[in-house]
């Protein structure tokens, strides 16, 4: 099983990046996915999820309106389109694979600076 994330960079305050995330291992159209982020000395966070067949969608209130989620299934990846970024949302950014209590799965992260 794999996840791997792409697409992490600097960037200045009010850009845009497109986080990718492409899993192999598994039935990826089985999965429930999410983007989490840890900045610096905080915990976790979960940032937005995407149901298996993509009809089902959440976000974090701090990012709701300029984070997007989608996926493809026949293409086993997963994506967070960012804009507006802010200082904030600097961070590791971690994609997840999730279809029950033993059946999770984590990449290893990207890496996002947002400075100018």
């Known amino acids: 099983v794999q996840l791997v994330e792409s697409g992490g960079g600097l960037v200045q305050p009010g850009g845009s990046l497109r986080l990718s995330c492409v899993a192999s291992g598994f039935t990826f159209s089985n999965y429930y996915m999410s983007w989490y982020r840890q900045a610096p000395g905080k915990e976790r966070e979960l940032v937005a999820s995407i149901s298996s067949g993509g009809n089902s969608i959440r976000y974090a209130g701090s990012v709701k309106g300029r984070f997007t989620i989608s996926r493809d299934n026949a293409m086993n990846t997963v994506y967070l389109q960012m804009n507006s970024l802010k200082p904030e949302d600097a961070a590791v950014y971690y994609c997840?694979?999730?279809?029950?209590?033993?059946?999770?799965?984590w990449g290893r992260g990207t890496v996002v600076t947002v400075s100018a």
């Open positions: 997840n694979a999730d279809a029950g209590p033993q059946f999770q799965y």
